[in-house]
């Protein structure tokens, strides 16, 4: 037996992984340092990599799209993730009350994540269409005697993201959710009726208090969607009125492809993936630190 | 306490019969109403892909159809114009498969030996290597478009299907190997130790051991990469264009153009054409969709 | 008036009936240990007094008060837990007064039943720390606060020591023993481990299968065992069964070991009158085997009879050997002093002290 044989499996294992690491290098590593470059650079429409410094920082900053942008991301983002989360909580707990037909509950409360962001964005826009949608629905059944053109509006269009970006999302919420009631030791709920809790007061105080990790989890997920946000948009606004739903993302695909600007829109991308570090390294941190603290405990 | 038939706890199920009975209504009616909210914008797609053009323009759209008519199925896949081209959304439809599918059994293949051995395998390095792949998961997309375009128009791959594989199947080797590794490493490592005794090699670790107990992660990973890349959006709307695109892109496309009559009906039908494979494979392994769900994004 | 009233209760899940025509009465200051194998429907029982179940059929009654319909938190009892069941996220302070935040008691009344409990239990140095942050055993005395500081009319337990390990389970089972004299309210306590249920209980209900087998205090459960179920349940090491007939001979009863010449004659024996002829089961725990020569029984002024015994293996505890043995084929396990033990391979003779033998039939399974 040669002495590679004997040192078992010998190098297979590394060179099977190769061409996976060298793949995740060139896309994580070399593809971020060369967006990074690119941010700094002179680059116009096409690459050119001679040093500029950050001034297309400092020009997005300046930019009246992309501070609005920003600013729209914060609203949708937290009425977003917050929206999925209650409205996910809430049906989980309707779902926990041992109904019947949960399975359907369940297929019909999670499908819409099977849908593209896409066809849910073009679908909702002709229920909120202005003229032939939801408004002359409603008017029709003689409920509403005002138009419904929430999406042509200014003010309003970035709620109606948000409300389809719940629509969206909180089946997702909803089903993580339910798996942790479930996951709540049926005991406590025994001790917490015989101390004379009522139901809400159970869930409130005993249930929901418990999973509050799978809670945080939920959050970083669809904080992360947020921020990525480009589909729904594009399909169900386009970032209009004007500027009233344009999000980074949008942003972004705009100075790259459709102005010429990739300098900007590299330097666009870099603040989404610091954005994203922002949420996610904290999560990370605690989520170690948990875990270290865990198996100390035993 | 391991009392034979010991039911799961039910919240309502002590107190008075009224009292329950009122409760368990409020429930259901919730339920009921919430489940309109969320199913109506299918049906009423659905509904608006029968009805010719001018009733829709006539009663808007959220009405029951007057007349029902599948002509416009037919239009929708074979006859509509699209970006210039007039054959209907089965040239996007095709597309689409033709990059979902090799996208999708690629990058699973790649996850489940690659989640084998770093779930295995020791060496000098793997945490990292493992973390690198990770990263993947979470880099966003617009970081990769930039040197993503250079690197396909180098390799002669821009505004072709081929390009899109490329793309999806990299990124998607990030997915399917955190999903696979993570699952493998539940099987128990005294079952390796047992093969390496008995004298099977890695490959033959792989073929009879971790592959026979790979079909539940097995079938996440493809209902998860199918979905994901079927309705996928931004590589497909930048990376080609005109007559190569996915389906998902052309429905942008033809919602965007504004020139002549919109033929809604045609419209919504090819939308339906769009969301209907994931749609599918969703109602057929919905148990699986939750258990990506929960094992993925919990991590 | 009695604590706790169980009359003809049923209990079936669809199908399947889990308990069947149960009756069971506690007087006031009892301690009733539920005990029987998994599946017995013990847990179930329990969950039924605490209205944490419905009824199919039957009546529970506690301090005469009709409480079938009623909601756990208005039967006025406690419960713990063998998960203990303590909020995670409260402190243990918390914990206790959960339940009367609930039932709105007044803060100061809160403050005197936590100081007297906290004495009580000695954990008053606990108060302020998380579940999370509390040994076993101290997590066990905050769930008995819990239900302490209810002061309520039945105090249930649901097998709460079975997650400790054994020496830990032996302490606290003295400190529930002390609690019980100290408290002095009505017990009824689920437990798989018979030694458990001897130590503490005032009475003892044996259940299998979802029928009482029965309801009486430990000595009589331990020495006239209604049937073979109690009677091979409870003790350990098991009391041996030794099949054979009655041989009746001038009035006198005996029974013959199957396949054997050994005859015990019945004189001594608490049992009914077994016909001649009738197959029975002869019952003998096996610490009342002693060795022959020593006359133990009658020295007592009991009678024993003397039996061969083939002895096969020998397993020294240190407190006693146990000997696996075979009387005329039969296999039998006799229990004996170290130095009084014989050697394996060995034959020697045993007396088995009659007065402590119980007779059963064989198809009924009831004691005669």
Same mark, same amino acid.
């Given at each position: 037996m040669t002495s590679r044989t004997r040192k078992f499996g010998g190098l297979t294992p590394q060179l099977v992984l190769l061409p996976t690491i060298v793949a995740a290098l060139v896309y994580v590593v070399v593809f971020s340092i060369w967006t990074l470059w690119v941010s700094v650079s002179k680059s116009t429409m096409l690459p050119d990599m001679s040093f500029s410094g950050f001034g297309e920082y400092a020009a997005l900053w300046k930019s009246h799209r992309w501070i609005v942008a920003y600013q729209n991301l914060f609203v949708f983002g937290t009425l977003y993730v917050g929206g999925s989360i209650l409205l996910g909580t809430l049906l989980a707990i309707l779902i926990d009350q041992r109904v019947k037909y949960e399975a359907v509950w369940r297929t019909i409360f999670l499908y819409p994540l099977a849908i593209s962001f896409i066809v849910t964005g073009t679908v909702w826009r002709w229920i909120f269409h202005p003229q032939t949608g939801l408004g002359r629905a409603l008017s029709d059944f003689g409920w509403i005697a005002d138009k419904v053109d929430w999406i042509t509006d200014r003010d309003l269009a970035l709620y109606v993201v948000v409300f389809t970006g719940v629509w969206h999302a909180s089946g997702f919420a909803m089903a993580l959710i339910l798996a942790g009631l479930r996951s709540v030791d049926a005991d406590l709920i025994k001790a917490a009726q015989i101390d004379g809790a009522?139901? /809400?007061? =159970?869930?409130?105080?005993?249930?929901? /208090?418990?999973?509050? /990790?799978?809670?945080?989890?939920?959050?970083?997920?669809?904080?992360?969607?947020?921020? !990525? =946000?480009?589909?729904?948009?594009?399909?169900?606004?386009?970032?209009?009125?004007?500027?009233a739903t344009t999000v980074p993302a949008i942003v972004v695909f705009d100075l790259m492809f459709q102005r010429g600007q990739i300098a900007q829109g590299a330097a666009a991308a870099v603040m989404i993936l610091l954005a994203l570090m922002i949420v996610l390294v904290p999560y990370a941190l605690l989520n170690a630190r948990r875990n270290r603290k865990d198996k100390r405990h035993g | 306490m391991a009392d034979a038939l010991h039911q799961?706890?039910?919240?309502?199920?002590?107190?008075?019969?009224?009292?329950?009975?009122?409760?368990? =209504?409020?429930?259901?009616?919730?339920?009921?109403?919430?489940s309109l909210v969320y199913l109506s914008p299918i049906?009423?797609?659905?509904?608006?892909?029968?009805?010719?053009?001018?009733?829709?323009?006539?009663?808007?759209?959220?009405?029951?159809?007057?007349?029902?008519?599948?002509?416009?199925?037919?239009?929708?896949?074979?006859s509509f114009c699209i970006g210039g081209t007039c054959e209907g959304v089965s040239r996007y439809f095709t597309n689409t498969i033709l990059m979902?599918?090799?996208?999708?059994?690629?990058?699973?293949?790649?996850?489940?030996?690659?989640?084998?051995?770093?779930?295995?395998?020791?060496?000098?390095?793997?945490?990292?290597?493992?973390?690198?792949?990770?990263?993947?998961?979470?880099?966003?997309?617009?970081?990769?478009?930039? /040197?993503?375009?250079?690197v396909l128009g180098k390799l002669g791959l821009s505004n072709t299907i081929a390009g899109l594989v490329l793309v999806h199947t990299v990124q998607g080797i990030s997915f399917t190997t955190l999903f696979c590794r993570n699952y493998f490493v539940s099987v128990p490592d005294d079952l390796i130790k047992a093969a390496r005794i008995d004298g099977a090699g890695f490959w033959r670790i792989f073929r009879r051991i971790m592959l026979p107990l790979s079909p539940p992660i097995l079938i996440v990973c493809v209902i998860w990469q199918f979905t994901g890349i079927w309705n996928e959006f931004l590589f497909g709307t930048v990376f080609t264009s005109g007559g190569n695109q996915p389906i998902t892109a052309a429905i942008v496309a033809f919602s965007g153009s504004g020139t002549g009559e919109r033929h809604y009906n045609v419209e919504a039908a090819s939308v339906i054409f769009a969301a209907l494979p994931p749609l599918f494979i969703y109602l057929i392994g919905g148990k699986y969709f939750v258990r990506g769900l929960t094992s993925g994004a919990v991590k | 008036m009695s604590s706790l009233e169980i009359s003809n209760l049923r209990k079936s899940y669809g199908s399947v009936e889990v308990l069947k025509d149960i009756n069971l009465s506690a007087e006031s200051g009892e301690f009733v240990a539920l005990v029987g194998p998994s599946g017995c429907g013990k847990s179930t029982l329990l969950s039924i007094i605490a209205g944490l179940e419905s009824i199919t059929s039957g009546e529970v009654r506690i301090e005469d008060k009709l409480v079938n319909d009623e909601a756990p938190k208005d039967r006025d009892i406690a419960m713990v837990f063998q998960s203990y069941a303590l909020y995670p996220t409260m402190t243990v302070r918390e914990n206790m007064t959960f339940g009367m935040e609930c039932r709105n008691v007044p803060k100061t009344e809160q403050a005197?039943?936590?100081?007297?409990?906290?004495?009580?239990?000695?954990?008053?140095?606990?108060?302020?720390? !998380?579940?999370?942050?509390?040994?076993?055993?101290?997590?066990?005395?905050?769930?008995?606060?819990?239900?302490?500081?209810?002061?309520?009319?039945?105090f249930l337990f649901d097998e709460p020591l079975s997650n400790l390990d054994a020496k830990l389970r032996i302490e606290m089972r003295t400190e529930i023993k002390k609690l019980h004299k100290n408290v002095g309210k009505t017990m009824v306590y689920v437990t798989h481990d018979q030694i458990e249920a001897m130590t503490l209980a005032t009475r003892i209900a044996v259940m299998h299968k979802g029928v009482l087998q029965q309801y009486d205090t430990p000595n009589a459960i331990y020495e006239t065992p209604a049937n073979l179920f109690v009677a091979g349940f409870m003790g350990s090491p098991n009391m041996n069964f030794l099949s054979g007939r009655v041989v009746s001979t001038g009035g006198k009863a005996s029974v013959r070991l199957d396949g054997t010449g050994i005859t015990l004659p019945l004189d001594g024996v608490r049992c009914g009158a077994p016909a001649d002829g009738q197959e029975v089961i002869l019952g003998v725990r096996p610490e009342h085997f002693s060795p022959a020569h020593e006359q133990r029984a009658e020295r007592k002024g009991k009678v024993s009879v003397k039996v061969p015994v083939a002895i096969d293996m020998e397993e020294p505890t240190g407190a006693e050997t146990i000997l696996m043995t075979r009387i005329g084929g039969h296999e039998a396990i006799i229990v004996c002093e170290p130095d009084e033990a014989p050697r394996p391979g060995e034959t020697m003779e045993f007396a088995i002290d009659m007065a402590k033998v119980s007779l059963f039939d064989p198809k009924s399974e009831a004691r005669l």
């Amino acid at each position: 037996m040669t002495s590679r044989t004997r040192k078992f499996g010998g190098l297979t294992p590394q060179l099977v992984l190769l061409p996976t690491i060298v793949a995740a290098l060139v896309y994580v590593v070399v593809f971020s340092i060369w967006t990074l470059w690119v941010s700094v650079s002179k680059s116009t429409m096409l690459p050119d990599m001679s040093f500029s410094g950050f001034g297309e920082y400092a020009a997005l900053w300046k930019s009246h799209r992309w501070i609005v942008a920003y600013q729209n991301l914060f609203v949708f983002g937290t009425l977003y993730v917050g929206g999925s989360i209650l409205l996910g909580t809430l049906l989980a707990i309707l779902i926990d009350q041992r109904v019947k037909y949960e399975a359907v509950w369940r297929t019909i409360f999670l499908y819409p994540l099977a849908i593209s962001f896409i066809v849910t964005g073009t679908v909702w826009r002709w229920i909120f269409h202005p003229q032939t949608g939801l408004g002359r629905a409603l008017s029709d059944f003689g409920w509403i005697a005002d138009k419904v053109d929430w999406i042509t509006d200014r003010d309003l269009a970035l709620y109606v993201v948000v409300f389809t970006g719940v629509w969206h999302a909180s089946g997702f919420a909803m089903a993580l959710i339910l798996a942790g009631l479930r996951s709540v030791d049926a005991d406590l709920i025994k001790a917490a009726q015989i101390d004379g809790a009522s139901v /809400p007061r =159970t869930y409130r105080k005993v249930v929901l /208090p418990t999973i509050w /990790p799978i809670f945080v989890a939920v959050a970083v997920v669809l904080l992360q969607f947020a921020i !990525k =946000t480009f589909d729904l948009v594009v399909a169900l606004t386009q970032g209009g009125p004007g500027v009233a739903t344009t999000v980074p993302a949008i942003v972004v695909f705009d100075l790259m492809f459709q102005r010429g600007q990739i300098a900007q829109g590299a330097a666009a991308a870099v603040m989404i993936l610091l954005a994203l570090m922002i949420v996610l390294v904290p999560y990370a941190l605690l989520n170690a630190r948990r875990n270290r603290k865990d198996k100390r405990h035993g | 306490m391991a009392d034979a038939l010991h039911q799961a706890f039910d919240p309502l199920a002590t107190g008075s019969r009224r009292r329950q009975l009122g409760a368990r =209504t409020i429930v259901y009616a919730i339920l009921v109403v919430f489940s309109l909210v969320y199913l109506s914008p299918i049906l009423i797609i659905l509904m608006n892909t029968f009805r010719p053009l001018d009733e829709i323009v006539r009663d808007g759209f959220i009405s029951f159809p007057k007349s029902v008519s599948l002509e416009y199925w037919i239009e929708a896949w074979g006859s509509f114009c699209i970006g210039g081209t007039c054959e209907g959304v089965s040239r996007y439809f095709t597309n689409t498969i033709l990059m979902t599918v090799p996208a999708t059994v690629l990058s699973t293949a790649f996850g489940l030996v690659n989640g084998y051995i770093l779930s295995k395998w020791r060496f000098r390095g793997d945490g990292w290597i493992f973390g690198l792949i990770t990263l993947g998961v979470f880099l966003p997309a617009q970081m990769t478009l930039l /040197p993503w375009a250079f690197v396909l128009g180098k390799l002669g791959l821009s505004n072709t299907i081929a390009g899109l594989v490329l793309v999806h199947t990299v990124q998607g080797i990030s997915f399917t190997t955190l999903f696979c590794r993570n699952y493998f490493v539940s099987v128990p490592d005294d079952l390796i130790k047992a093969a390496r005794i008995d004298g099977a090699g890695f490959w033959r670790i792989f073929r009879r051991i971790m592959l026979p107990l790979s079909p539940p992660i097995l079938i996440v990973c493809v209902i998860w990469q199918f979905t994901g890349i079927w309705n996928e959006f931004l590589f497909g709307t930048v990376f080609t264009s005109g007559g190569n695109q996915p389906i998902t892109a052309a429905i942008v496309a033809f919602s965007g153009s504004g020139t002549g009559e919109r033929h809604y009906n045609v419209e919504a039908a090819s939308v339906i054409f769009a969301a209907l494979p994931p749609l599918f494979i969703y109602l057929i392994g919905g148990k699986y969709f939750v258990r990506g769900l929960t094992s993925g994004a919990v991590k | 008036m009695s604590s706790l009233e169980i009359s003809n209760l049923r209990k079936s899940y669809g199908s399947v009936e889990v308990l069947k025509d149960i009756n069971l009465s506690a007087e006031s200051g009892e301690f009733v240990a539920l005990v029987g194998p998994s599946g017995c429907g013990k847990s179930t029982l329990l969950s039924i007094i605490a209205g944490l179940e419905s009824i199919t059929s039957g009546e529970v009654r506690i301090e005469d008060k009709l409480v079938n319909d009623e909601a756990p938190k208005d039967r006025d009892i406690a419960m713990v837990f063998q998960s203990y069941a303590l909020y995670p996220t409260m402190t243990v302070r918390e914990n206790m007064t959960f339940g009367m935040e609930c039932r709105n008691v007044p803060k100061t009344e809160q403050a005197e039943a936590i100081d007297r409990v906290a004495e009580l239990l000695q954990i008053g140095h606990l108060l302020d720390r !998380k579940p999370g942050q509390l040994s076993g055993g101290q997590r066990q005395r905050v769930a008995m606060g819990r239900a302490l500081v209810r002061d309520p009319k039945l105090f249930l337990f649901d097998e709460p020591l079975s997650n400790l390990d054994a020496k830990l389970r032996i302490e606290m089972r003295t400190e529930i023993k002390k609690l019980h004299k100290n408290v002095g309210k009505t017990m009824v306590y689920v437990t798989h481990d018979q030694i458990e249920a001897m130590t503490l209980a005032t009475r003892i209900a044996v259940m299998h299968k979802g029928v009482l087998q029965q309801y009486d205090t430990p000595n009589a459960i331990y020495e006239t065992p209604a049937n073979l179920f109690v009677a091979g349940f409870m003790g350990s090491p098991n009391m041996n069964f030794l099949s054979g007939r009655v041989v009746s001979t001038g009035g006198k009863a005996s029974v013959r070991l199957d396949g054997t010449g050994i005859t015990l004659p019945l004189d001594g024996v608490r049992c009914g009158a077994p016909a001649d002829g009738q197959e029975v089961i002869l019952g003998v725990r096996p610490e009342h085997f002693s060795p022959a020569h020593e006359q133990r029984a009658e020295r007592k002024g009991k009678v024993s009879v003397k039996v061969p015994v083939a002895i096969d293996m020998e397993e020294p505890t240190g407190a006693e050997t146990i000997l696996m043995t075979r009387i005329g084929g039969h296999e039998a396990i006799i229990v004996c002093e170290p130095d009084e033990a014989p050697r394996p391979g060995e034959t020697m003779e045993f007396a088995i002290d009659m007065a402590k033998v119980s007779l059963f039939d064989p198809k009924s399974e009831a004691r005669l």
